[in-house]
């Protein structure tokens, strides 16, 4: 078995991101998590990473049972987003549902780091700005109050070779 090393003068591979969100809107207030992250408490749609062998939508119903407790039932894309962390460097590609949530489950524990589930209206996103975990955040909110829907039929999950 050979072992494979990297050319220590090609560059590295740029391997972005991918990240899923829910924006869930009800009465004009958005579900949001604050979450304890490097920096401090960052407020955040519900999101997460896409895991091996997951699909998008999966992914963005798990990620917002373990964050918020609340099942999510996706409606459609809102949008698909690419942002560059100012400070890592980072590049997250952003796969953002909206839709609606039920079956809320009052005894499970949230993802370690949230420290609470809420909801906003936008008003109050924008007095919180500085604490916006993304600028994503609340450009999804503009989306999605701007009417931006796309179908789920846009996605397409290839399992086999």
Same mark, same amino acid.
């Given at each position: ?29 958005? =579900? ?8 401090? =408490? ?14 998008? =939508? ?18 459609a894309i809102v949008?698909? $987003? ?9 590049? $997250? ?13 009052d005894n499970r ?28 955040? =609340?450009?999804?909110?503009?989306? $999605? ?17």
């Amino acid at each position: 078995m050979s072992v494979l090393h990297q050319d220590p003068h090609e560059p590295m591979p740029w391997t972005p991101r991918v990240t899923v969100a829910a924006v869930v809107e009800e009465a004009g207030r958005f =579900l949001l998590v604050e979450e304890s992250v490097a920096g401090g =408490l960052r407020l955040n749609q519900p999101a997460g990473h896409l895991e091996d062998g997951e699909s998008i =939508l999966a992914a963005v119903v798990r990620e917002t049972l373990e964050e918020t407790a609340w099942h999510f039932v996706p409606e459609a894309i809102v949008g698909v $987003y690419r942002w560059r962390h100012p400070g890592s460097g980072d590049t $997250y590609l952003r796969f953002a549902f909206c839709g609606t949530v039920r079956d809320h489950d009052d005894n499970r524990a949230l993802d370690r780091g949230i420290r609470r589930v809420l909801w906003m209206d936008r008003t109050a996103l924008l007095e919180r700005r500085a604490q916006l975990r993304s600028p994503l955040v =609340l450009r999804c909110v503009d989306d $999605y109050l701007a009417g931006r829907r796309h179908a789920l039929d846009l996605l397409h999950d290839e399992t086999g070779s």
